[in-house]
């Protein structure tokens, strides 16, 4: 029988390497989701609950900015352009405008940032899009007032 070996669900390439192989070796492989997401400076998203808390207080989000949020999370320190977080938190059925994402990006930030006009979370990357920084650190590439 088998040993069962449960990883925690990730899309990146060196994740998915790693599951083949242990399937190779006789694994079986069950990919859980994360439940509790901790970044920042006391934040909290509780996935099973669908809540987000910073310090302690619940801050209230729409489902499209629960969905955003979630999404950058699994995906730290990625870039995103418009059109690739349309197609992944939208759906390819989304018949909106791009600038929808900057809407939804700048309402997050007011909910999550300590300065919005100044973010360290979710940051943008000028000329191609948005990356979360789990920790708030500066990335030198970037323009935070500016939108992709």
Do not use: C
Not at 29 to 53: K, T
């Amino acid at each position: 029988m088998p040993s069962t070996l449960m990883l925690l669900e990730e899309d990146d390439a060196v994740a998915l390497r790693m599951q083949a192989r242990l399937r190779a070796a006789g694994f079986e492989v069950q990919r859980v989701a994360q439940s509790i997401y901790e970044f920042g400076n006391g934040h909290v998203l509780d996935v099973q609950a669908r809540a987000l808390s910073v310090h302690a207080r619940t801050i209230a989000l729409t489902l499209r900015e629960y969905e955003l949020l979630h999404f950058l999370l699994r995906h730290p320190r990625q870039v995103f352009s418009r059109d690739e977080l349309i197609e992944r938190v939208w759906g390819k059925g989304f018949d909106g405008f791009p600038h929808t994402v900057s809407s939804h990006i700048n309402r997050l930030r007011a909910k999550i940032e300590a300065h919005p006009q100044r973010p360290r979370l979710i940051q943008t990357a000028w000329g191609v899009g948005y990356r979360f920084e789990p920790n708030g650190e500066l990335q030198r590439e970037l323009r935070h007032n500016a939108g992709p």
